[in-house]
């Protein structure tokens, strides 16, 4: 009996629910959204949380670089110092 009350006791707590947390390429594909969120992530982290902030992050990596397939083709004059 004892064994029992200590594992309900034990068992699973509820997880604090999250708002939904928009997906990389959701945030990639509206430029001014991204732009808005990113100032915001800057001065209030902490309300929007890491999450978010983290995906804001790797968005506009992403948008940066690109899909990271185009090869770099450096001029075919080298530069003149």
């Known amino acids: 009996m004892l064994l029992i009350v200590v594992l309900t006791a034990c068992g699973p ?5 999250q ?21 915001q992530c800057k001065t209030d982290r902490a309300t ?18 690109g899909d990271g397939k185009t090869p770099y083709t450096p001029s075919d004059t080298p530069p003149k110092f």
């Open 13 to 17: 707590s509820e997880t604090p629910k």
């Open 48 to 65: 929007l949380g890491d999450v978010l902030c983290n995906r804001v992050a790797e968005a506009t990596r992403k948008r940066f670089y």
């Open 19 to 39: 708002p939904s947390v928009p997906i990389v390429e959701e945030l990639a594909a509206d430029p001014a959204r991204l732009k808005d969120l990113r100032q």
